[in-house]
């Protein structure tokens, strides 16, 4: 990252010489996910409805092409000697991604860590993305409230270099516990079709009688469990899953899954880009904000979930409008001090 480093000092030192403003129309975002994943596809949209609504140079969306610390480090280097001087980042790694956050933060661009935190310290403003711990442990409060009394569930996640994952799990065991049922297995490191084809549909295969519920905590997992479970025909098997993809919610509209937890990218996407721009423009972030704390950093801002069923599964769009509305009318004072 030196190259780019130096890059951006000597834009730093330019606008410094000619006393430029940082205005709006100079905020370049990008919004870098770790890899390709469904999750982030509404990030494309959120930037370019925030580029359109404050006026912002650009608010691109620009992904790795494999899921790999090195390609991300690699996009993030080309995309600052293309002149964005703002990052939007899902960490790679939540603690190997911390010297690249603070490479570019040296160069005075901001960096908000987005939908994932990176380990603190970091120099990272803060980390705006899902509660997910609180996501998993509500999701399996929901499960195991349709469950009845039945206590065997299982559980398959994402990616286990996701910064989400280890808190997900340790959600689930604690909603689980706290109910007197038992996780009778976690599938982890699934969070691509290939992977979660294979290991759910074998699991269900051998397995299927041993377990009353299944709760997934990531994208793909969630749609293949779906897929599974209207493929045997199984509505003993409580589902909870995540996010909104078309398999998920048509399989609660027929009953095969009781309900999803939806996250807001879109929200964390438009808000992130607001936020990056007001900060390239002398805001500063509050030091007394009042940040949440989860595992990895004590800067954290949720962005919002809340759980669907099939009575509201028609208009879950409109709910998560109105958290990304309610989160956004306030954020600024809240969260941030412009003169």
């Given at each position: 990252?030196?190259?780019?480093?130096?890059?951006?000092?000597?834009?730093?030192?330019?606008?410094?010489?000619?006393?430029?403003?940082?205005?709006?129309?100079?905020?370049?975002?990008?919004?870098?996910?770790?890899?390709?994943?469904?999750?982030?596809?509404?990030?494309?949209?959120?930037?370019?409805?925030?580029?359109?609504?404050?006026?912002?140079?650009?608010?691109?969306?620009?992904?790795?092409?494999?899921?790999?610390?090195?390609?991300?480090?690699?996009?993030?280097?080309?995309?600052?000697?293309?002149?964005?001087?703002?990052?939007?980042?899902?960490?790679?790694?939540?603690?190997?991604?911390?010297?690249?956050?603070?490479?570019?933060?040296?160069?005075?661009?901001?960096?908000?860590?987005?939908?994932?935190?990176?380990?603190?310290?970091?120099?990272?403003?803060?980390?705006?993305?899902?509660?997910?711990?609180?996501?998993?442990?509500?999701?399996?409060?929901?499960?195991?409230?349709?469950?009845?009394?039945?206590?065997?569930?299982?559980?398959?996640?994402?990616?286990?270099?996701?910064?989400?994952?280890?808190?997900?799990?340790?959600?689930?065991?604690?909603?689980?516990?706290?109910?007197?049922?038992?996780?009778v297995q976690v599938i982890a490191d699934i969070d691509a079709p290939e992977p979660a084809e294979e290991k759910i549909n074998a699991?269900?295969?051998?397995?299927?009688?041993?377990?009353?519920?299944?709760?997934?905590?990531?994208?793909?997992?969630?749609?293949?469990?779906?897929?599974?479970?209207?493929?045997?025909?199984?509505?003993?098997?409580?589902?909870?899953?995540?996010?909104?993809?078309?398999?998920?919610?048509?399989?609660?509209?027929?009953?095969?899954?009781?309900?999803?937890?939806?996250?807001?990218?879109?929200?964390?996407?438009?808000?992130?880009?607001?936020?990056?721009?007001?900060?390239?423009?002398?805001?500063?972030?509050?030091?007394?904000?009042?940040?949440?704390?989860?595992?990895?950093?004590?800067?954290?801002?949720?962005?919002?979930?809340?759980?669907?069923?099939?009575?509201q599964v028609d208009t879950y769009v409109g709910a998560m409008q109105g958290i990304t509305k309610e989160l956004m009318a306030t954020?600024?004072?809240?969260?941030?001090?412009?003169?």
């Open positions: 990252m030196t190259r780019c480093r130096e890059f951006m000092a000597a834009v730093a030192a330019a606008m410094l010489m000619t006393g430029a403003a940082a205005a709006a129309e100079d905020t370049k975002v990008a919004l870098v996910p770790g890899g390709p994943h469904p999750y982030f596809a509404a990030w494309e949209k959120a930037g370019q409805d925030a580029a359109r609504d404050f006026k912002l140079g650009a608010a691109d969306y620009k992904v790795p092409q494999k899921w790999e610390l090195s390609q991300q480090n690699e996009l993030l280097e080309s995309l600052v000697t293309q002149g964005y001087n703002a990052f939007l980042i899902f960490p790679g790694d939540p603690v190997g991604s911390v010297s690249t956050a603070g490479e570019l933060a040296d160069t005075g661009a901001p960096v908000i860590a987005t939908a994932g935190c990176l380990k603190d310290p970091s120099k990272a403003a803060f980390c705006l993305g899902t509660d997910v711990g609180n996501s998993a442990y509500i999701g399996t409060k929901e499960l195991l409230k349709a469950m009845g009394g039945k206590k065997r569930i299982a559980h398959f996640t994402g990616f286990l270099v996701d910064p989400n994952t280890q808190l997900r799990i340790d959600a689930v065991e604690k909603a689980a516990k706290e109910e007197g049922a038992q996780v699991y269900l295969a051998a397995h299927a009688g041993e377990v009353d519920g299944i709760v997934t905590t990531a994208w793909v997992p969630a749609v293949v469990s779906a897929n599974a479970l209207r493929k045997i025909g199984d509505k003993r098997i409580k589902m909870v899953g995540i996010d909104h993809d078309e398999v998920v919610l048509k399989a609660i509209k027929d009953g095969f899954v009781t309900g999803t937890m939806l996250q807001n990218p879109y929200g964390q996407g438009y808000i992130g880009s607001f936020a990056a721009d007001r900060l390239r423009s002398g805001c500063t972030v509050k030091a007394d904000a009042p940040f949440k704390t989860n595992a990895l950093t004590a800067k954290f801002i949720d962005s919002g979930t809340v759980f669907v069923d099939a009575s954020f600024e004072k809240t969260y941030l001090t412009c003169k």
